[in-house]
């Protein structure tokens, strides 16, 4: 039932009312987790993907009907600008979602530290943004162990930060072209990786949560609205392609959403080296 609460056409219409869904699915996730696996002797070592997965089993209905939704739009409309508007109103969905899902899994683990397992989340952090000290990184953090011979980049310039997003927007096109509705793992797992270095750097201080949040969505929400944009154009290959093969739709109509989603995985590169440049030179002075 509560994975039917909303529905995409519903939310079209006031896009940022899914800041609220976004919040409502990801404490349940985080409620459910903490009750029942926190306490268990061997899943509480992946709470953190237990998080994620209840998040990503709330919200796909949801994402499956918005992709069908948008690739519908797509074939209906004539004009590339409303083409665009549609896929606009798409992604301002999935954007709300995301800071929704940010802010609620930041709050819980400020709210109840140290009860669920998140250094999946971090270590992660650490091996995208500090491979080159990745055990410092962990050793701020408070994580002990450690991942053995991970591949260590040079960090701090365009060109490195701008390739690692153009890695992760590649495996986000693969992901989305085998699962249609595979945006939603990336919307959660995202969330989480943020929300776990947000309540770190705060303290788990409430206080000093909205400027932990702000820190981080400086350059995250370009920087993920551009995976979004990615998935979104292989999301909607993916169901234009099953049903061109059920015969639902016409071969004119599977080239016309390739060639849309062709655009939309340019911008989405565009989006991330916008995102890239504002990592680099915005957020430092600032933050």
């Given at each position: ?9 519903e939310a079209r219409r006031r896009p940022w009312e899914m ?218 290959t993916s169901i234009a392609i099953s049903n061109y093969l ?8 599977l080239l016309k959403i390739i060639q849309r989603s062709s ?25």
């Open positions: 039932m509560l994975e039917v609460i909303v529905y995409p056409k800041i609220f869904v976004g919040l409502l699915y990801s404490s349940l996730s985080f409620l459910i987790v903490n009750w029942i696996f926190a306490q268990d002797v061997v899943l509480s070592r992946y709470s953190g993907l237990l998080v994620v997965m209840f998040s990503v089993l709330f919200s796909i209905t949801f994402i499956y009907y918005s992709i069908r939704l948008d690739e519908r739009k797509n074939i209906k409309d004539k004009s590339e600008i409303k083409a665009i508007y549609d896929d606009w109103k798409i992604l301002s969905m999935f954007l709300y979602l995301f800071v929704g899902f940010i802010i609620g899994f930041t709050f819980w683990q400020v709210i109840i530290p140290s009860h669920i397992n998140f250094n999946s989340q971090i270590e992660t952090y650490c091996v995208l943004n500090n491979p080159l000290q990745y055990e410092n990184c962990l050793d701020n953090y408070k994580i002990n162990e450690t991942i053995q011979d991970i591949e260590t980049k040079p960090q701090g310039n365009f060109f490195s930060i701008f390739s690692n997003n153009v890695y992760v927007a590649i495996f986000t096109l693969a992901f989305a072209l085998v699962f249609g509705a595979g945006v939603i793992f990336l919307i959660s797992w995202n969330a989480s990786v943020v929300s776990s270095v947000i309540a770190l750097s705060i303290k788990y201080k409430l206080s000093n949560l909205p400027l932990g949040l702000t820190r981080f969505l400086v350059h995250g929400i370009p920087e993920i609205a551009g995976y979004f944009i990615v998935a979104m154009a292989g999301g909607m059920r015969k639902k739709i016409s071969k004119d109509n655009y939309l995985l340019i911008i989405g590169i565009i989006v991330l080296a916008i995102a890239s440049l504002i990592e680099i030179y915005i957020t430092p002075v600032f933050f």
